[in-house]
């Protein structure tokens, strides 16, 4: 049917599932966008595909310039309802010098 096909995010990464309990979380990761706008669109696809948190990558770029946007990230995740959930990305020569 026209219009019903299924938009999954490009920057899908790896899924993860996790067992809490009885519960299971099913985890994406999500790199390399820092527009919001586009993000917006991609967390509405990820919250309907069923995933209940998002893995973000934190890289030293993102330290530098998007440390804004990546804030913002995390507050609309947490709105829709989801967890987020933090990886830094070749972070360690520059943060831990």
């Not at 990464?13 to 985890?27: D, E, F, P, Q």
């Not at 507050?75 to 830094?88: A, D, N, P, V």
């Amino acid at each position: 049917m026209p219009g019903t096909e299924l938009r999954i995010p490009k920057v899908v990464g790896k899924v993860v599932l996790r067992r809490w309990n009885t519960a299971y979380a099913i985890s994406v990761s999500y790199f390399g966008v820092r527009n919001p706008q586009h993000f917006q669109r991609d967390l509405e696809d990820i919250a309907r595909l069923g995933f209940t948190s998002i893995i973000f990558t934190f890289s030293e770029e993102d330290h530098r310039f998007y440390q804004g946007s990546l804030a913002e990230f995390v507050r609309r995740t947490h709105q829709q309802g989801l967890e987020s959930l933090y990886r830094s990305l070749g972070c360690l020569r520059r943060l831990w010098r």
